[in-house]
């Protein structure tokens, strides 16, 4: 695919994800956090505070240097992906926490993911110049992230039986554009990826099981409701690699930072998978003894 192409196609692709995401949300959605403010505190906190500083760690035990290390820092600021929802759903989590995560998370990003990607060009491109110093880098963050999300919004409080009938039709379309989007990066940087392949499946793997124990063991040890601590796993655990590509692709116009998203946005399935089924499982009840 062409770099031309690719440019073009990357944003239309989550704009499709992220209008999808708002077909499933609405104003309550946000205001259910009232609803859960101990459990969508921590896990908030988590994902802007711990998250970035874990990734950090890795990336210095890893040895990442470079525009691969900024774009795994990318990734760690990037909020929850659209599968969270289906593998809380399976582990027995909260859902309606994780769409309340999800809502709150993607407005978040836009202010955060400006703040991580400026420390890491600072640390690791030598370039102080970077997103989060430029206002238009911000509004064309602000344009990818948020703006399809509000028009998915808008379109389901208008059209509320188009939408409902949709709504299952666009995930599934969304997570096929999703492989797609994956599947590029990964043609259109082989050779970064070929000569990194081992320290990035590495740290991507070690990256997606850790944000998976610090989403549920974290809201744990604060005596969080198991089904929210189950939630938050997923919603933390499991990030948005595809704005990840889309931000380091087009925002930043830098294809290599879009590599470790793509290699996540398949190795994260596994270790997701894993836990929840573990969960899953937690949360079977003893089957009652017979006399």
Not at 60 to 80: D, I, N, Q, R, V
Not at 202 to 215: D, E, N, Q
Not at 268 to 274: D, G, K, L, T
Request: some cysteine.
């Amino acid at each position: 695919m062409g770099s031309t192409v690719f440019a073009v196609l990357l944003p239309i692709a989550l704009a499709l994800i992220m209008f999808g995401l708002g077909l499933t949300l609405t104003v309550d959605d946000f205001v259910r956090v009232l609803r859960y403010p101990k459990a969508a505190v921590v896990a908030l906190a988590c994902q802007m505070v711990l998250l970035p500083a874990v990734c950090l760690g890795l990336i210095y035990l890893f040895g990442l240097t470079g525009a691969l290390a900024a774009g795994m820092m990318l990734l760690a600021a990037s909020p929850g992906g659209p599968s969270a929802n289906l593998f809380s759903h399976i582990a027995g989590g909260n859902v309606a926490l994780n769409i309340t995560l999800t809502a709150v998370n993607s407005v978040l990003a836009v202010f955060t993911m400006p703040l991580v990607v400026a420390l890491s060009f600072s640390l690791f491109l030598d370039d102080a110049e970077s997103i989060g110093l430029r206002p238009d880098k911000f509004a064309q963050v602000f344009a990818i992230v948020l703006v399809p999300v509000a028009i998915g919004m808008f379109v389901h409080r208008r059209f509320t039986g188009w939408a409902e009938r949709m709504r299952g039709k666009v995930k599934v379309l969304s997570i096929v554009v999703l492989a797609l989007v994956v599947t590029a990066a990964v043609a259109k940087n082989f050779e970064t990826l070929t000569e990194n392949i081992g320290r990035l499946a590495a740290i991507c793997l070690v990256f997606a099981v850790l944000s998976l124990a610090v989403g549920y063991f974290v809201p744990k040890l604060l005596r969080v409701d198991e089904d929210q601590a189950i939630a938050s796993a997923m919603e933390i655990g499991i990030h948005n690699g595809a704005i990840a590509i889309a931000v380091a692709a087009t925002v930043l116009q830098n294809d290599a930072m879009a590599v470790p998203g793509a290699v996540y946005g398949v190795l994260m399935n596994i270790p997701a998978a894993a836990a929840a089924y573990l969960l899953a499982r937690r949360r079977v009840p003893e089957p009652a003894a017979t006399v």
